[in-house]
Each structure stands twice: as structure tokens, then as C-alpha cells.
């Protein structure tokens, strides 16, 4: 056997493997965020505040946690709508949908689904 045969656990078994990303691409997925970098930048900072405040205000700072971390799952909440709502639009026409249809609609899920995963 060759030093790179898979059987070997070599570099070729690295090589030979997709990532994810090659496997969303091959499936019609993005990897996109769910949130703009700006957004999720902003989010960020104002979680840092909440705990920068704990030492001198802890009460306050849980209070703003609690608040931030509700915000952030009513925008996740209201994207999952608006994405259910594009994918009802698509295959929700009535009886006469189409097996593609249906099939689109089930990547588009699951392209949603997965990146919710990866909040």
C-alpha cells in the first residue's frame, strides 16, 4: 500500500473528502448567514456591553442579556416567517403542485434549517 492510500488514514483520505461547503454547493445550499455582518456585529458589541456592566451593575446587565438574547430570537423568528412564506408562496398554488416543486421547496427548508444550526 502507498503512504497516501486511504486505508492509511493519509493525505489522500483528506483530499478525497468534501467539506461542507462542497456539499451545500453540490445541494443548491448557501452558507450564508442568517444575520447581515453588520447586524450580527452589532449584536455582538451590545452583549459585550451587557457583560462589561456586570462588575457594577449585575441586575442591570442580566436585564439587558435577557433583552438582547429575546430581540435576537424575534429576528430569527421573523426571518424563518418571511422564509416559510416565500416557500408557501412557491408550492402552497393549491392541488396542481408539481413533484419539482416540492422538491425545491424541501432544499429550501433545509438550507434554512442548517443554517439555523450553525447560529
Request: net charge negative; aromatic share 6%.
Amino acid at each position: 500500500m502507498l503512504p497516501n492510500d486511504k486505508k492509511t488514514g493519509g493525505t489522500a483520505d483528506l483530499i478525497d473528502r468534501p467539506s461542507d461547503e462542497d456539499s451545500a454547493r453540490r445541494n443548491g445550499e448557501s452558507k450564508s448567514p442568517l444575520l447581515a455582518a453588520s447586524e450580527a456585529d452589532g449584536l455582538r458589541q451590545r452583549w459585550a456591553d451587557c457583560q462589561r456592566s456586570f462588575v457594577d451593575e449585575p441586575r442591570d446587565s442580566v436585564k439587558a442579556a435577557d433583552e438582547l438574547v429575546a430581540e435576537l430570537m424575534q429576528t430569527l423568528a421573523r426571518q424563518f416567517a418571511e422564509a416559510r412564506a416565500n416557500l408557501e408562496q412557491q408550492w402552497g398554488r393549491g392541488d396542481d403542485v408539481s413533484t419539482e416543486d416540492l422538491r425545491i421547496a424541501l432544499q429550501r427548508y433545509r438550507e434554512f434549517f442548517n443554517r439555523l444550526l450553525e447560529v
